[in-house]
């Protein structure tokens, strides 16, 4: 086996003992990387360790640099990877540190500096929750078009509820407007409730608790559908047989066959 | 076919692709028409561009109104077509803008303005969400007289915890009349939480403490409700059997047999 | 039958038009006599219409006071009545006014005013809201261990957080003592969110994260337990048969047997 | 048997009238410290009863000190005992009132003081509750792949949307650094809403919005999990069969065979 094939091994994959040490090292340095960041952010702190983040982040960036120049040798379908979804984040995550070198102003690249948190989702495909993550995803593609329909509802609800309440309260008791009177009806029917803007009219008071009542009832929607089709997704693995042995009964989270070991059909 | 024939059949149909064209419309035209009066009701935007939004009001009354008369035109059974939901919905929401014409102060009339909103539920209603509406519909259906049940019982309590609370606090700390505490009360059950009315006293919080641990407990039942509906709805769905080939086991949101095409029974 | 067993059928019966027309009288009469409790309590109606409400008191205080009269002169088991609790109830409804005239300062007896809205369960009790109320009931009774245990443990955690909380912020930031730091605790846990006590120290806030994250996640316990507990009281209701035909499969809301109308067993 | 193995069962065991009656006392013993420890931090009563509540600490720790060396004594396995978890517990909630002898400011031991509420899920450890708690625990334990990656995938969010509200908002509308743009984040998703911290600007409130409305929806995936894990806990319970008389269908909170008694396995 060649080198580039064994650091292909290494860097993408995750069975082997150096696979999981790579993934396990590059996990901890995109956390203290995106810790940083967030430190950089309080006033104190960079105060007094500004130049201290500086260093640690070019640091970082100089590494998965490097990292991302590997990956591109090591993989054989390099276009594929660059262009693909992890590809462009590897590549994004770099760029925000080498730009602030010719511009003023960047902070706005903090956003994309944060963006290699989603690095984190590729280095944790590994072990026991893959398939437990796969049964949520497909428990919640599968609600996807009744939770469109709930929630196209509900937006309906909370339009209609902020022009009414902007009529009912009005300016002066801070409804200053209708896209801001729903935005209030967004904080009550959720069950937010700041209280920066709250109904002071007895009528305002009044609609506001229906509102409140109606979230508090409705929740149940949403929470019924994932229930009932995580309930049903289970039940569909379970009637899903194995290809080698023909077994039934497998758990819904279950990646292999408990009787073969042959890896299950998706 | 007739012109007429030719016309009606792209308003109201909805599986021609130029009536699927003139849905797409309608769809973006209600859209828009909400978004300026959503807008125009912000004080800025008002100052700033007041005539382009009274323009822009009038240009989509009229395309509205020229709808109105070509629905009415084409339509066979037109007593039945004006007094429908949609057909009252459809006039409701030109009238505004005529009745701003003869008199002044008719800001009361955004309301309806903004139920326009309801007609992009009949344009919602083609392709898959109908499936999935009717079921989440039958499932809240279903629920109601058990909801009502709940809803009955948490207005009891708030009522009584609201009395109880108007002597506990008093007037001082801002429960000052027995229906205020009612909407403490219920924006305290619902875990909404404004906190411009909060227990001072002692014993104030302490009952504040069991009402927001009722509320957090009892949540679970309209829940349960639902999602124990949802359940027995899918169920009852797979039992049903295709008219035609009398095939069983389709899922809840099928509207057309999987094995033969044929529309399924509600 | 006696005038005594005809008025017993209208007051306590609720199948005849007589008995109805009663209940739906006495129904109306309690919750505009609640609605007057609770309009009288609001400063500036109870300055204008003060008397107004006062004499409306009296009026319903004799008529509920005549109306357990005839309770008691028709039911044959009178000591049973009495002390039965819509018997006390009914009685203690009329108390507070009669005292009212011997003693001032009676504000307190407002609770027991607003206790005459339980008198209207009694009144609900007919329809089709029974069979849904009971099987409410049957799932909340069954589920009231795990229940307790749940509250237990979420007591427990409070009761451990408020601690914590009083040390890591301190008097100086509205945690003044212990008690008040696990009405903070509560507040935070069920996700009300006052906003009147809130963390400003990082540490505080960190943990207070944590409080949040844990209230959001754990609110799925009691959710599932009612679920599960409705669920499996709809399965045993399915699998129990009527005691004259023998049928199975009712629906767990219903009262009689669908297919030959006989009582089912509870 | 001897005094020390009577003391035993006295002690560790539940089951005889003498070790219920211990169990008990114990618990209304700690409790009423748990309470002094609490009522002690307030500062009216403090100031007035402060040496009474010294008094107690003392007369409490003095008892749970007898308590620990007796059940070292009675114990045959000694090492196992004092270094199990609640052998740790009882050492520890005696250690902070000697300490406070030796050393001042030693309020940081208050914290400890109130771990002494962990003892009490020992003595809870009795009757019914242990089959109904041993169900929610192997149902959460069965979940909890499920709930960390939900919980994972609910941190990254929080983290991007902090730093996205942190550029939006900045530091003049109180988002004065990444780390509290992240904590209003998790106050805003998980629907608690101080208010505190809430966004200023119209785009603000518009993503403030969204994040509402994702944390109204995504409630539903904990629960749809711990639900649909109760739901296959039960049904396993009842394919479980008694290992002395082969019956299944045993209730999923059982401990005994309804059948023959025996005890079922776990």
Redesign the interface.
Known sequence: MSFRKKLYIIIFGTDTPAGKAFDVGLLIAILIS?LA???E???SINQRYGIFFKYLEWFFTVIFSLEYIVRIYVTDKRRRYIFSFYGLIDLLSLLPTYLSFFFAGT??L??IR??R??R??RI?KLG??VG??E??GR??KASR????????T?L?LV??LG??M??VEG?ENGF?????S??WA???????????I?PQT?LG??I??FV??L???I??????????????D?NKQKEKACLKCASKGHDS?ALFCKFCGEKLPV
């Open positions: 995106v960041v967030m430190l952010s309080v006033y902070q706005y903090l956003i944060a963006m948190l989603l984190v989702f944790l026991r929750f437990e993550g049964q949520l428990a919640i078009h009744k939770i469109t329909v709930f929630m196209g509900v309906m339009i209609m022009t009414v902007y009529l300016r200053s407007s209708i896209p801001l729903i935005y967004i904080v009550t029917l959720t069950t937010v409730g700041y209280g920066d709250a007895i008071q009044t506001a608790s409140m009542i979230g508090y009832a929740i149940a929607v949403p929470t019924g559908i994932v229930t009932v089709e995580l309930q049903k289970q989270e």
